[in-house]
């Protein structure tokens, strides 16, 4: 076996967090992951990991080791890259995480097109909305919907991502028109949460703060639920207009108080800092801009 390789490996067991899910992760038995390891450690003379029967932890030594291995192997990617002809067939396995509203409904057609250019590529897609460790998971890179903080993760900006108050006709026939945000705290609000805030954001056209306390009657962690039970008249929703827009364009649904919008967010490509970004990963980001860009087509029905 190649050093390379068994750096590979023991940085998969480091990233992933256990010698069973680096195997999962490398498609080989567990077996094989753990002789790897202590062939290297035999090799270099020293112990890398601490184990025990249920954990196991980086040794003084295992952590520089750690860090050179994978500065080594992103120099080693990125040489390949260079390489490597431009106009080549893309190949691989890429390992992709979208959140599921916008996974469904706009990365379907996108990824069919990008098959159709690159297919000797296989793309392995997790649909959710939960933030996961991208190391600890494997995840070349992460599409993102966010006001982005998170400063251990580089970062390319898709599309911007527009949020609108919306209902539909009939409840605003049953119930009125808001017309400033304070009368919001009188409707009932369809509330999207995965652990947020109770509290409605709104700014302003000078950019003064309005927080709006909500008491939901319906709360979910699915847009496209939230959007249908919007459509049947059970309340207002804040909602992304790439879930809205079709529902906003037919008139099942319709805006209010588009003088008062949310923090701006946007769709992020995100992939680890410490990672050399792979030619597949790099050019399915500039494809995903080139599609959607500063005006996704979403949006341009709601000019």
Not at 158 to 167: H, Q, S
Not at 193 to 220: F, K, Y
């Amino acid at each position: 076996m190649s050093q390379l390789e068994e750096m590979r490996n023991f940085v998969r067991i480091v990233e992933s967090g256990s010698i069973s899910k680096a195997a999962e992760q490398l498609g080989i038995a567990k077996s094989g992951v753990s002789r790897r390891l202590v062939e290297l450690e035999k090799r270099l003379g020293t112990l890398l990991l601490n184990r025990t029967t249920r954990r196991s932890s980086l040794t003084e030594t295992g952590r520089t080791y750690y860090e050179g291995a994978v500065k080594l192997l992103g120099d080693v990617s990125e040489l390949d890259a260079m390489a490597a002809d431009s106009d080549a067939s893309l190949s691989g396995t890429l390992r992709v995480a979208v959140p599921l509203s916008f996974g469904l409904c706009h990365l379907s057609p996108a990824i069919d097109e990008f098959f159709r250019a690159h297919p000797d590529l296989a793309i392995n897609i997790d649909f959710s909305d939960r933030h996961i460790d991208l190391l600890e998971q494997g995840v070349d890179l992460a599409i993102r919907i966010a006001d982005l903080g998170d400063s251990s993760l580089q970062a390319r900006k898709i599309c911007p991502i527009r949020l609108l108050l919306c209902a539909s006709p009939a409840y605003f026939e049953r119930y009125g028109i808001p017309k400033t945000p304070a009368e919001l705290a009188g409707h009932r609000i369809l509330q999207y949460d995965i652990g947020g805030s109770s509290q409605l954001r709104l700014l302003d056209t000078q950019g003064a703060e309005h927080l709006v306390p909500v008491n939901a009657p319906l709360i979910a962690n699915n847009g496209d639920f939230l959007k249908d039970m919007a459509v049947a008249g059970h309340g207002i929703i804040l909602t992304p207009s790439f879930i809205a827009w079709q529902a906003i364009a037919a008139g099942k649904l319709v805006t209010v108080l588009d003088a008062y919008s949310p923090p701006q967010l946007n769709a992020y490509a995100v992939y680890p800092q410490t990672r050399y970004l792979s030619r597949r990963a790099r050019i399915l980001i500039d494809f995903l801009v080139a599609r959607f860009g500063d005006n996704p087509y979403w949006d341009q029905f709601l000019s």
